[in-house]
């Protein structure tokens, strides 16, 4: 049946459900016959699931950012977070409705019709960093949904922003406490013991460049369409080295702080003159070949010091390669000189290289020997 809304109708779950179907749980509805979807944003409940991303670009009202299904792990384009997608191609309609008060001061929801959109199809949808229901940091899939053109926008509406995306790559210095509380940190989310031991290790290690002269920061890196910066851990901009601090030295944590240093260093123009991962202790000789031939360097806290571990230097690695073409010449050397015994020659004695072999021929047979013998079969 068609719709029967007009934009700034203001419905119920329950309405909605007795005239069309499709439910009343869950932020995206699609009711039977497949003809519709209903998207219900409400940004103060949905924060606690994650779902921090919904809001209006602009106050044009043209274009809404609506976060994908999912509140634990990382949204995938699965279910309803497919229908979504694929909305246009498979003859979807699309209607959104905004959290808008309580029907008759009772805890019925209500929602206000904001109109019929489509996924942007220059650019349907972004990843987003954001907790999950239980705190966890996960990827969510955010959609950028236009306004139809034939869809009036609303008179009045909630307000209700996404936060500003940014329009250009960039990277500044800023303290080094500017991250410890994020956007998504919750204030009674207890640290993990992971975490908790990154940050001691850090906190050591900004009093020991402190007390040698340095002055650690961070960098505050925006990406270009992105709505979440990137912080790094600590930035020595006297030496411009950047390091990245893991609490454990296990080889996941290894793996990813040289991950991380990579998707930094990418972003920073000009790029850092050294690249180091920060640990607790000695991480061993497997794991510090891998940073070396990642051209990172290693720092490692052993005691009240920290000592620094650095791949060779170029110099070094010729030196090093002349090295081995020595030795391989020499030792071909060896063997081109050895006397190898060869039986059946010279009575088997061993024969110096470069000295001929006894010239070594058949017996000759007489050609009037050879026609006996064949004529005798």
């Not at 929801?109 to 972004?126: C, E, I, K, L, N």
């Not at 207890?190 to 002269?213: K, P, W």
Request: proline share 8%; with cysteine; charged share 25%.
């Amino acid at each position: 049946m068609p719709l029967d809304l007009q934009v700034d109708d203001i419905v119920t779950r329950q309405d909605l459900n007795a005239a069309y179907g499709g439910g009343i749980q869950g932020g995206m509805l699609t009711p039977a016959g497949g003809r519709y979807m209903f998207l219900f944003s409400d940004p103060t409940p949905g924060a606690q699931y994650g779902y921090t991303w919904d809001g209006w670009e602009n106050e044009n009202l043209e274009t809404f950012f609506y976060t994908g299904e999912g509140s634990a792990g990382d949204q995938e384009f699965t279910r309803r977070n497919r229908v979504l997608r694929d909305a246009a191609d498979e003859g979807r309609e699309v209607h959104l409705f905004v959290a808008d008060g309580y029907r008759n001061d009772s805890r019925e929801r209500t929602h206000r019709y904001m109109g019929q959109f489509v996924v942007d199809p220059d650019a349907p949808w972004r990843r987003e960093d954001s907790p999950d229901a239980s705190g966890a940091t996960r990827s969510a899939i955010v959609f950028r949904l236009k306004r139809l053109e034939t869809s009036p926008a609303p008179r009045t509406h909630t307000e209700s922003y996404t936060p500003e995306l940014a329009t250009r790559t960039g990277v500044e210095a800023v303290e080094p406490e500017a991250s410890n509380t994020g956007a998504f940190t919750r204030a009674a989310q207890e640290e993990s013991v992971g975490v908790r031991r990154e940050r001691s290790l850090e906190d050591a290690f900004h009093r020991h460049l402190q007390m040698t002269g340095g002055r650690p920061g961070r960098l505050r890196i925006t990406l270009e369409g992105q709505a979440s910066p990137l912080f790094t851990d600590t930035w020595d901009a006297d030496k411009s080295e950047l390091y990245e601090a893991k609490g454990s030295v296990s080889r996941n944590d290894v793996r990813l702080a040289i991950g991380q240093l990579l998707d930094y260093r990418r972003h920073i123009n000009p790029p850092p003159a050294r690249c180091t991962v920060l640990l607790p202790s000695d991480p061993g000789e497997d794991l510090t070949n891998l940073i070396h031939n990642s051209g990172m360097d290693l720092v490692y806290q052993e005691g009240t010091s920290f000592i620094r571990n650095s791949p060779p230097s170029p110099q070094n690695d010729a030196s090093a390669h002349e090295g081995r073409e020595e030795n391989e010449a020499r030792k071909a050397a060896r063997i081109s000189s050895a006397s190898f015994p060869v039986p059946g020659i010279g009575n088997g004695r061993p024969i110096p290289a470069g000295e001929r072999p006894p010239s070594v021929r058949p017996p000759t047979i007489p050609a009037q020997q050879v026609r006996s013998r064949l004529e005798r079969g």
